[in-house]
Structures are given as C-alpha cells and as structure tokens.
Nanobody
Framework: QLLLQESGPGLVKPSQTLSLTCTVS??????????WSWIRQPPGKDLQWMGA???????YYTPSLRSRITISRDTSKNHFTLQLNSVTPEDTAVYYC?????????????WGQGTQVTVSS
C-alpha cells in the first residue's frame, strides 16, 4: 500500500523558509512515469498545485511560485522535499504531498494526509 506522510514545522515566521518533507512508503519515487507533487489549500480557497519532481528528478513549478520554490529528493531515503522562501501570511495553508501521473493537476491518485502550516510572527 502506498503511503505518503508530510512532516515539518507547523509555524513559520514571515520572510523565513518553509521546509516540508514527504516520506513515501510502498513505492519508489523513481518508479517510471510518476510525478511527486506538492499541493496546498489556503483557508477558504481552492487547491493550488505548487510543483512536482518526476521519477527522473526533473522539476516543474507553477509560474507564480517559481522564484521562491524548490523541490528536491533523496532517493536513498525515498523522500522528497519542499522549500518555499520568503514566506508571507498568504502562504498559510494545508500542504499536501501526492503522487500523480501528470504535472499541474490537483487530482492525484494518492495523497498524504496534509499538514497545516501557519505563517505568523
């Protein structure tokens, strides 16, 4: 069974860097043709696809976040990470990691349970 689990701080101060890790079990993040995504949902707003890293290690980012976001992976630990720089209160959201067969979607086949991140001083 595929499981994804997000981990990281629940509170980040403005201007700092938000860092989250998604640990995957039940499948390898190098399995052909899958994309490993980060998706978030701010309070009262729709899901937003943020970016993804492919099974080859290629990265894809939504244009509005491209200057602030980095997604990387550690294949030896079978996890991938999100870094979002220079956060503001508008980055407050529930953050999800997910597995998908394409990029830029909010309908992946597997999701983590999500983790609340609040940006506040």
């Amino acid at each position: 069974q595929l499981l994804l689990q997000e981990s990281g701080p629940g509170l980040v101060k403005p201007s700092q860097t938000l860092s989250l890790t998604c640990t995957v079990s039940g499948d390898s993040i190098t399995t052909d043709y899958y994309y490993w995504s980060w998706i978030r949902q701010p309070p009262g707003k729709d899901l937003q696809w943020m970016g993804a890293i492919s099974y080859t290690g290629s990265t894809y980012y939504t244009p509005s976040l491209r200057s602030r976001i980095t997604i990387s992976r550690d294949t030896s630990k079978n996890h991938f990470t999100l870094q979002l720089n220079s956060v503001t209160p508008e980055d407050t959201a529930v953050y999800y990691c997910a597995r998908d067969k394409a990029v830029a979607t909010t309908t992946p086949d597997y999701w983590g349970q999500g983790t609340q991140v609040t940006v506040s001083s």
